[in-house]
Nanobody, 118 residues
Framework: QRQLVESGGGSVEAGESLRLSCATS????????MAWFRQAPGEAREEVAG???????RYSDSVKGRFTISRDNSKQTLWLEMNNLKSEDTAMYYC????????????WGQGTQVTVSS
């Protein structure tokens, strides 16, 4: 059974940091591109960071320079280091596997809530 389980969310003050983890099982992690998405109430889900199979990364302009995505293929785990958090980062954060060719999402996790108060 394919699973993506996020953890590490929480409530923090603006300027603080959080590290999200996404532990996967039941899938061949190394073959997938991976990404972190977020969705704030009333907003569309957006991709904030992506990790290619070869280690390449990409970030949305809103998080560039503050967030770092990383992966460990041997542990089948994806992380998102979030620094200097802002109130606008408040959202449910989801990890996902992507088809590297189409960049369409293949699997979603259940999400972890991040709340930043100013």
């Amino acid at each position: 059974q394919r699973q993506l389980v996020e953890s590490g969310g929480g409530s923090v003050e603006a300027g603080e940091s959080l590290r999200l983890s996404c532990a996967t099982s039941g899938l061949t992690f190394v073959t997938y591109c991976m990404a972190w998405f977020r969705q704030a109430p009333g907003e569309a889900r957006e991709e904030v960071a992506g990790s290619d199979r070869d280690g390449g990364t990409r970030y949305s302009d809103s998080v560039k320079g503050r967030f770092t995505i990383s992966r460990d293929n041997s542990k089948q785990t994806l992380w998102l280091e979030m620094n200097n958090l802002k109130s606008e980062d408040t959202a449910m954060y989801y990890c996902a596997t992507l088809n590297c060719g189409t960049r369409r999402v293949v699997h979603w996790g259940q999400g972890t809530q991040v709340t930043v108060s100013s």
